[in-house]
């Protein structure tokens, strides 16, 4: 990599996402790959999960399919978020890499190319199986083009080390090719976005950096001190300002300072039709201020030089709905368009937590919404914290977003919820064809099961930790990356081959002792690399029994079938114990 920039980058990635042993064209795939999604996703994804390039990828490196602003890797998943937030948005995102430092109009051909291949009816023979799942679940989608308010949207991203200069041959290649997608049909919206090596600089800043954004907030009262809270203002600001932290630095939505808000923007329901009609109606517009309940914004530090304040790694915690309708009718705001404005400052976890319950009791909340608010997160944070400092490898459970970003640690050490509520179905729940599903889903339907208050902590802190083994032994090579797909079936194996006797109760004092025999496994480097190997094994050996990938029966791994035939084939292995 010459660019000594974009080198410090991809090595920040590499030690992040532990893919050193890759080649670094790959490594450069899953780089782009991850910056491209993670400036419109916002929760914790893997880069092997949107990159499907290799052979037979139709000259596509990376795809991912948004529905309700949600990475989507199946039909159930966008089914679910179809009937959570009752409406279907869709936004289906292409990548293509380069590590030349020149764009080739060939290159880009094949790119579009292969996009337009991927909206026809059948794809060519060859076509590997990252590209056919995505190919399955697009149309499942467009199989419920009645619930669409709108038809999808198709952005294309094209990125290379070279610096883009508007070559007049090149831009007539693109323009072409977008046409030509367009004349599909299938599209409200096509876009072609060129990424040069100061456009792939910018991405990873947008994705690594805290928000930084000043605005003009001039009509404000100080609130009294407040304990835990540096500052506090309450007023009134122009909507058009407000724009100003809502919008990147291309004038799109910026998505990610939504993370702690515990709502989803329900599209146009009721509500919203309101706050839209209100903007839109000349009269009503100045008197949006009186009829709209505002924004909350938590900010970890704010520069206020007279009525202009600079506010550092900020969050919308609420007045998701108000922002979104804001930003798709922004044309019609007027300079008389004000909304009510309640800004905190706070480093404190604790009182942003209280900020989010209190200013968000709103109907139609996510099931997982407040979830990590829960006494019961904290406790368990706590408790990795303790196990953390008995094991081998520092391992910390992150119940919020980035809160131990700035230690600047490798995946390996970090267990975010989604993961914890995977591994844990996976591994003690005995049912890992599950955890494909979203795990806000997961968590409802094993509501029963899981984060009960009577559950003892140290099934969750082994599942975490086996997870963080699985992942240290797919970096160093121990176990081939190809299994990735399956690895809450190897946490389940591992868990049935190593487990002493029997499994306890959650609720029991005996699950500790189970559990500190499998993380005194987990600790010894040899034999932990041993044990996750024989369950490789076990599940690869089931795989091959089943048939592998089965046309037109998707992925074995995901069926209940297939979990009972590792369960059976796992038990008959000698145990430990």
């Known amino acids: 990599m010459k660019d000594p920039i974009i080198a410090a980058y991809l090595e920040d990635f590499i030690k992040e996402f532990g893919v050193r042993e890759l080649k670094e064209p790959e490594q450069f795939e899953l780089f782009i790959n991850y910056c491209v999604i993670s400036r419109k996703y916002t929760e914790p994804f893997e880069p092997e999960e949107v990159s499907v390039g290799g052979g037979g ?33 869709v936004e289906f995102v292409f990548i293509q890499s380069k590590t030349s430092t020149s764009f080739d109009g060939g290159e880009i051909g094949t790119f579009i190319h292969g996009v337009r291949q991927f909206f026809n009816q059948t794809l060519p023979s060859g076509t590997n199986q990252g590209i056919t799942d995505s190919f399955d679940v697009k149309e499942h989608i467009y199989r419920s083009c009645i619930d669409m308010g709108r038809s999808p949207t198709c952005r294309m991203f094209y990125v290379s080390l070279g610096t883009w200069k508007d070559d007049v041959s090149l831009r007539a290649r693109v323009d072409q090719g977008i046409t030509d997608i367009r004349s599909t049909g299938l599209f409200e919206t096509v876009d072609f976005v060129v990424v040069d090596v100061d456009g792939i600089k910018k991405l990873y800043r947008e994705v690594k950096n805290k928000f930084v954004r000043e605005i003009l907030f001039d009509k404000h009262t100080i609130l009294p001190k407040i304990d835990a809270v540096q500052e506090a203002y ?31 923007f329900q599209g146009n329901n009721q509500v919203n039709s309101e706050i839209r009609n209100t903007i839109l109606n000349k009269t009503q517009n100045g008197r949006f201020v009186l009829l709209n309940n505002g924004v909350t914004v938590v900010a970890r530090n704010v520069l ?9 790694d900020y969050q919308i915690v609420n007045g998701c709905q108000t922002s979104h309708v804001l930003y798709l009718h922004r044309d019609h705001l007027t300079d008389q368009t004000y909304l009510s404005f309640k800004l905190i400052v706070t480093d404190d976890a604790d009182v942003t937590n209280h900020v989010i319950q209190g200013t968000n009791r709103q109907t139609e909340i996510r099931p997982e919404a407040f979830e990590s608010l829960s006494p019961f997160q ?27 970003g700035h230690l600047g640690l490798g995946r390996e050490h970090i267990i975010t919820m989604p993961a914890q509520v995977k591994c844990f179905v996976a591994m003690f729940l005995n049912e890992p064809q599950s955890t494909h599903r979203y795990y806000g889903e997961l968590l409802n339907s094993y509501r029963n099961r899981i984060f009960n208050e009577s559950d003892r902590m140290l099934p969750y802190v082994t599942a975490g930790a086996a997870l963080a083994a699985t992942e240290r ?11 990735k797909y399956a690895r809450y079936q190897i946490l389940m194996v591992f868990r049935i081959q190593n487990g002493s006797g029997e499994m306890p109760k959650m609720n029991s004092k005996a699950i500790d002792k189970y559990c500190e ?3 005194s496994l987990i600790n010894d480097e040899d034999r932990c690399a041993t044990a996750f190997r024989n369950a490789n094994r076990t599940v690869e050996s089931v795989r091959e029994t089943q048939g592998a990938w089965c046309e037109g029966r998707g992925r074995p791994e995901r069926t209940k079938a297939f979990t009972s035939a590792l369960v059976k084939a796992a038990s008959q292995r000698p145990r430990r114990g």
């Open 473 to 483: 032994l797919f970096n160093k090579g121990v176990l081939p990356r190809s299994s």
């Open 234 to 264: 309450i007023g009134i600001i122009p909507a058009l300002e407000y724009m100003k932290l809502l919008c990147d630095d291309d004038g799109l939505l910026n998505r990610r300072i939504f993370y702690d808000n515990v709502r989803d």
């Open 57 to 89: 990828d139709l000259g596509i490196d990376g795809l991912g399919i948004f529905v309700n602003e949600h990475l989507v890797q199946t039909a159930m998943e966008a089914d679910f978020f179809k009937k959570t937030l009752r409406r279907l948005d």
């Open 517 to 519: 025999s499998l993380i």
């Open 304 to 312: 206020k030089v007279g009525a202009s304040f600079r506010l550092e």
């Open 378 to 404: 904290k406790e368990l944070e706590e408790n990795y914290a303790a196990m953390g400092r008995r094991m081998a490898s520092s391992l910390f459970y992150e119940r919020r977003s980035k809160q131990y």
